[in-house]
């Protein structure tokens, strides 16, 4: 008899206690909580960066293919909004075609170059002012940790760090 009571108290040790996986749930609960917000805000920059470059890219093309001039126009102080304009001819001259573009609410973007403006000609869909525009891309209240993105000079790609 002693035997038989002695594997049974043996049998119910193995495994955890419903009180033991509760708590687990708990602690992972609370840093879930901690956590969650803050990689959202990661999320939601990196994929605003992303969007801004797909515009930016995608006026390039569009030069490229049609043999026309596209000016992408970026805010000067810190703001929601950009804009793309397309130009009916490569010399950037007559009634353009306005798109105004806007980021998620709670997202900000700062121009922290000099250039403002990008310019893209036909037939390469190079950057026509030949400068470099620096794009840091951050949440409202926490701009220290931003996205940053680069129309570089000439050659006028997006890169997006």
Do not use: H, W
């Amino acid at each position: 008899m002693r035997r038989v009571m002695s594997r049974r108290r043996l049998v119910s040790r193995q495994g955890f206690t419903l009180l033991e996986v509760l708590v687990v749930l708990g602690i992972l609960g609370v840093l879930l909580g901690i956590g969650l917000p803050g990689y959202l805000r990661v999320m939601q920059r990196q994929q605003v960066a992303q969007q801004l470059a797909q515009d930016i890219e995608a006026a390039r093309a569009e030069v490229k293919r049609l043999g026309t001039c596209a000016v992408i126009r970026l805010p000067t102080t810190s703001a929601a909004s950009y804009s793309v304009e397309s130009y009916p001819n490569k010399t950037c001259t007559g009634t353009p075609t306005t798109r105004a573009l806007t980021l998620p609410s709670a997202t900000r973007m700062t121009v922290t170059s000099t250039a403002t403006v990008a310019r893209f000609i036909s037939p390469y869909g190079v950057n026509a002012t030949g400068l470099p525009v620096d794009i840091e891309i951050a949440s409202v209240g926490n701009s220290s940790l931003g996205k940053r993105l680069r129309i570089t000079g000439v050659l006028g790609t997006v890169i997006v760090q």
